[in-house]
């Protein structure tokens, strides 16, 4: 279901590059990269309180009440925030017209920013309650079935709605793209809640609304908080990066970065898929502390995903003078950033599992202060890279910053754990069982038993 998405995304991106110009789809990938930021921050990590909570939920009152509070914590945080978007928009407005014309009030025709900025807010609101569907979804109709709207309806509407629009020779632009897609979202969403389980749980969910206290939104949105910063980090980071480019590079900079991010996002699948399979094998090899175990489990995977990933990124390099002749010779400087940000994948994919890792071998609360002090470092890296060199620096910035943020994460984790998140240099070790190689050196809090921090990690584990 995910690989039939994915090449749904790519007709559909591809199809929308060509029929934008470099600047307008600039603006639309800015706004939809600010949007999905928005729909992320909005829940305040709730949304995974609530699947956990459906999960257990034994009735239809409090499945139905468990949505309505998500939702409605959700809808609080986005009215907040469009508020706040909408009047610091018409003061930034106001205060650039009046110093662009020495004190006498007048407004410019029109600001990149601020069209950026206003389909953003068109995109948000349907993108949040997507997402909110979809984690509504997984605990009730199963994983499968939750992904099918996003991964296959939407994109099919959407391509169908870019081939009226030629077929109706409308001129196309970033608000006509963007308020389709907007349209698209809430018709799949209307369409997808019509499931038997998901129909009665809305339909519960709207009863028990006048239910809802002041003090229980409130108690939720604390509850979440902590869930906020994990889920955040990965979306903040791929979000953002789109927004410095086009602030430090221009909007046809931000165009071809953004196009370029999902061709070199191919060489990652493999460490994906890794990442998914790994988590109950970490939790048992911690629990029982076999670190000889996990560390072979982990370097086998890092082997594999570096492998595969340095093929698929050969094979994607190799073709990229394909991606002039698909997208047009406007988006050349695609192929240019495409070869730093293939390596920044490729060394992703070179450390192995380390997301599992740290998620489950007590290394939470490192992960997330990692997480906060380094997406402002990478986050300034790109911007200054950019603002120097253009889209191009801007790309082998993001390449330092993935190089930096690996190297930190494995050493932290060599020096808690013991384990060694690299590949194995004889490949075929990858393949065999951990018997076949050396033990490995255990750090001290693991050694013994009677260590108070390592019996305190171990409790917290289980």
Known sequence: MRAFGVALMFASMTLTARLLEPTEYGAYTSAMSLAILLATLAPLGTDRI???????????????????????????????????????????LLGCGLLACGGTLHFPTRQPWIETFFLAGILSVPLTLTYLRQWVAVPLVGTGRAMVPEQT??????????????LLKVRPTALLLATTYAACLTLVLCISIRHAKLKETYAAAIQSIGRI????????????????????????????????????????????????????????????VFNLSLLPRCTRHFQRREFEAADHA????????????????????????LLTVLLGSQYATVCVVLVPLLLASVI???TGPTVPVM??????????????????????IVFFSGRMFGASGAAYGYLLSRALWNLAIT????????LKMWPYLNVRLAFGDASQRGPIKIP???KTSDNAAGSASLARAA
């Open 50 to 92: 609530l699947v956990r909570n459906l999960s257990t939920a034994n009735t239809l009152d409090r499945s139905g009440e468990e949505t309505a509070v998500t939702h409605a914590c959700t809808l609080l945080v986005v009215g907040l925030l469009l508020g706040c978007g909408l009047l610091l928009g018409c003061g930034l």
């Open 153 to 166: 309806l939407l994109p099919l509407s959407f391509i169908g709605a870019i081939v009226l629009v030629l």
């Open 444 to 446: 001290r809090p693991w």
């Open 348 to 350: 992703d994919c070179s």
């Open 298 to 321: 982990v370097r086998s995977a890092a082997t594999i995903t570096f492998l595969a990933a340095v093929v698929i990124a050969m094979a994607t390099w190799l073709c990229s003078p």
């Open 359 to 380: 998620q489950t071998m007590a290394m939470e609360r490192f992960y997330t202060q990692a997480v906060l002090v380094f997406l402002p470092v990478q986050l300034s």
């Open 411 to 418: 050493r932290q984790i060599h020096r808690t754990l013991g």
């Open 213 to 272: 206290t002041r003090m229980q939104l409130v108690a939720r949105m604390l509850e979440g908080l902590p869930f906020l910063v994990v889920s955040m980090g990965s979306v903040a980071s791929q979000t953002c990066t789109p927004l410095l480019i086009a602030a430090s590079c221009g909007l046809e900079s931000a165009a071809c970065f953004a196009l370029a991010v999902p061709y070199a996002a191919l060489p990652a699948i493999p460490l994906g």
